[in-house]
């Protein structure tokens, strides 16, 4: 209910917005032309990546089809921003997140800067004069226009467009080069969403004019898996974290390596955690540029203010030449809870809903845990965007409740072009059922054969289960209860995603999934700050992979990483290997194992949760 409210009104914020823009827009266009002067600005209205007399028409208001989009500068193109102060001292989160391109009056990579520019104007007196202002007022501390003038003693050609300054009749018969960009993000916590008049006035003894170009900032965009890889990140641990982590790294680059396409794997070093998906979520803003878009990478961190990673992507070698970082706001995040990890966000490629609803960008979705939702602050920079509206799944029924737990989207070449993964444990019963039924039941369930001895973070290791035969455990009636506990779960939330998408029940793909129930008391934190898990919602069940989550893999392309599952061996063949490796192939998939159960599984998590990825930012978001 809260949400629907809050949906409303922003809806509601938005239309009042939109209709003042307009409002300037008729205003200002009613009054070029009848007194005299023919004042043209123009901007990348028609967005072919240039600036050109294409731009004249329909400039005033900005619409789904035309209107020029300009760009967050947040990135640290001179590597100027640093992480402590000058006491050595490191800086809070919010100053590590004030310092960017854009923080200061300097337009240090004026390609990042979306171009403007104002026709020559012939015939006006010596004494003419302009000026440029922004509507909203407002604008002016979300945005910065220059104009290609370097001033005397100036170490930059582009100088800051203050509201006090007056163009001259010398500049206006010139023609004003201008350029815009964006000191930080559209947060959805202020009234600023990025849309902007630039109004230009002149005005000459009795004559005057005056013309406005409508625009708007780029939304941030995350990632789907449609989009390919350009990077593949994972960290490596501080001495003491994990025993297991350095085999799991070498292992990922050597699989990487072996791809068909070569792609870099970065290792951030000196973690004192393994979950490279959780503490940021990559995304992206672009705008037209002449020989394709021009994008910045935005990494936005994890709503966890407590955790220490976090930090992270507002330092090299992530933040950098067209790179920045988002913190989230006060108020929401505080600490280091796990519904508000990046694995408990997941976007589905482009498509129109049930309803007629276009996606053309795709939809994040985000798990709710019960009652609990994710951070505010999130939640409303998403919506925010205004592009990829979050819908909610149920994730509260597992131990860490993350949504890339529940649910994946592969590439794929049909109408829509992608097929949806989701857990199955019918699958992997059925799988069992047909061991026992061939005689072999006396096999252990778990394969695994390496050393389990637990260290720090290692908190569901079991050693117990290699003793576990396959027909003790189906004979386990807590088993099978818990299973189909997990399986209700799964089917309401294919429910609610076939409701939405236009997608069949052919295009769901089945992996094989088992789960153990691991419901605990969580002790609470002696601090004050909350608990990264929280104790089962009242009636309910908390649970984790029983064997190593296949779902839980590293999309990459037409390639998939895999948790290698370590089920029972029958004829010198992991069975559950052999069906997770079936579904995947026959959705076109070239699958490869990987060993994480130390490294990862036994922790909560697998290869995804493990790693992150940075993709292409080429994407033409405005013509989707």
Known sequence: MRQAIFTSLTGALAFS?????????????????????????????????????????????????????????????????????????????????????????????????????????????????????????????????????????????????????????????????????????????????????????????????????????????????????????????????????????????????????????????????????????????????????????????????????????????????????????????????????GGNIETVPPYTSRSGKPYRNGRVLLGKHFERHPATSMIKFLEGQREQTPLMLETGWLAAGHIDELVQFLPHNNTLGFKMAVPDTHSAIRVLNQIVETGHGVVPFLSYAGDMTPDEGAYFVDAGLRNMTVSALLADERFIRTNEYAQAFVERNVDLLLQELPISKEDVLRVPALYRDVTYDWPASPDGIPTRLHLAAPGERQLTALFPHALNGLVLDGNYIAPKPFGPIVNSSDVLEGEIRKVYEEAGMDIVFIDDYMSHHVRGGEVHCGTNTLRDMDIEWWKN
Not at 91 to 106: F, H, I, P, R, Y
Not at 152 to 163: H, I, K, R
Not at 197 to 213: H, Q, W
């Open 17 to 341: 917005a939109a209709t003042a823009h307009l409002s300037v827009a008729r205003e200002v266009a009613s009054t070029t032309g009848k007194l005299g002067i023919p004042v043209l600005i123009l901007a990348d209205t028609d967005r072919n990546g240039h600036v050109n007399s294409l731009d004249a028409d329909q400039k005033h208001a900005w619409t789904a089809h035309r209107g020029a989009i300009f760009l967050p500068n947040i990135g640290d193109e001179l590597h100027r921003c640093p992480t402590m102060d000058a006491a050595g001292v490191p800086l809070s989160n919010q100053e590590l997140a004030g310092c960017n391109d854009a923080a200061g009056d300097v337009l240090i990579n004026s390609t990042l800067a979306a171009p403007l520019k104002t026709m020559p104007l012939a015939g006006l007196s010596r004494n003419a004069t302009a000026r440029i202002y922004l509507q909203p007022p407002s604008a002016l501390d979300h945005v910065r226009l220059f104009w290609k003038h370097r001033n005397v003693g100036a170490t930059s050609d582009w100088a800051l467009v203050e509201p006090e300054l007056r163009f001259n009749s010398t500049a206006l018969a010139a023609g004003l080069t201008l350029a815009m960009d964006a000191r930080h993000l559209v947060t959805g916590e202020t009234n600023w969403d990025g849309n902007i008049n630039v109004v230009f006035e002149v005005t000459d003894g009795a004559r005057s004019g005056s013309d406005l170009v409508a625009m708007r900032q780029a939304p941030v965009l995350l990632h789907h898996h449609l989009h390919s890889p350009d990077t593949v990140i994972t960290l490596q641990t501080e001495q003491g974290v994990s025993a297991w982590q350095s085999t799991f790294v070498n292992s990922l680059k050597k699989i990487i390596s072996g791809l068909d396409r070569g792609l870099p794997l970065l290792v951030l070093n000196d973690s004192n955690e393994v979950w490279a998906q959780d503490f940021m979520e990559p995304g992206f803003a672009t705008m037209p540029g002449p020989n394709g878009p021009i994008s910045v990478r935005v990494l936005l961190r994890s709503a966890q203010s407590s955790r220490p990673n976090g930090r992270r992507v507002f330092a090299p070698p992530l933040r950098g030449a067209g790179v920045g970082g988002w913190q989230p706001g006060t108020g929401s995040g505080f600490g280091w809870e796990e519904i508000n990890s």
